[in-house]
């Protein structure tokens, strides 16, 4: 059964502090993806990565970083945390970016900052 | 800009059928998939269609028109369990997955 995992399903965090977001996949997958779901704005992706230590912005890469030094972990920084990245965040990853390979999510880390 | 369009919010009745649009107007297409997400829940994959046409998977078809940059799900034979967010999301030119804000179906009994 393929799988997906996040760090944490739910996180509360200071503004200004740091925040790390972690994946991880047991499919082997060369590309991962982290997007921001929020209400009625759909995916929104912020980073993605295609392969260790390869990264290509998204469409919201302000206020974010990524790190992928192995291949099944893809992590999510927010290096000075503010109030309107409240969000949940959602980890995918997939074999190719061509053809009918789907994306495999991983549950979402609500995160909230005050 | 690139831009896909689905309905807020639909409601159906337990037993009915229901089909739910997505227009899209992308810089290329390269395929288009559809995800069902339960509340608070993980998207998880549906259907893809990259040809003209329908694709019947059980309860679930998907139809697609290029020409038309149209598709809709239809789901059939409605349970409680299928109230949920249907994600529409086409691949574009550079291989990139835009996605549709959603579409929240209700059942009701």
């Known amino acids: 059964d393929v799988k997906v995992t996040q760090s944490s399903r739910y996180r509360v965090k200071r503004t200004g502090e740091k925040v790390f977001l972690e994946c991880v996949q047991d499919?082997?997958?060369?590309?991962m993806f982290w997007y921001r779901q929020d209400p009625g704005l759909g995916l929104r992706l912020i980073y993605f990565?295609?392969?260790?230590?390869?990264?290509e912005k998204g469409d919201i890469p302000e206020g974010y970083s990524v790190s992928r030094e192995k291949k099944e972990r893809f992590s999510l920084i927010l290096e000075s945390a503010s109030t309107n990245q409240t969000s949940m965040y959602l980890c995918?990853?997939?074999?190719?970016?061509?053809?009918?390979?789907?994306?495999?999510f991983g549950p979402g880390t609500r995160l909230t900052v005050t | 800009g690139q831009n896909i369009d689905q309905p807020t919010e639909m409601t159906a009745t337990e037993g009915a059928i229901v089909q739910i649009n997505c227009t899209y107007q992308?810089?290329?297409?390269?395929?288009l998939f559809w995800y069902q997400q339960h509340a608070g829940e993980a998207p998880t994959f549906l259907s893809y269609?990259?040809l003209d046409g329908l694709e019947e998977k059980g309860r679930f078809s998907s139809f697609l028109s290029r020409s038309k940059g149209y598709s809709y799900l239809l789901l059939k034979e409605l349970q409680m369990k299928d109230s949920a967010s249907y994600l529409c999301?086409?691949?574009?030119?550079?291989?990139?997955?835009?996605w549709g804000a959603g579409t929240k179906l209700i059942i009701k009994p």
């Open positions: 999301a086409v691949t574009d030119s550079n291989y990139q997955l835009i």
């Open positions: 499919m082997d997958h060369e590309n």
């Open positions: 992308t810089s290329g297409f390269n395929g």
């Open positions: 995918a990853s997939t074999v190719a970016l061509t053809g009918a390979y789907e994306q495999y």
């Open positions: 269609n990259v």
């Open positions: 990565s295609y392969d260790v230590k390869m990264k």
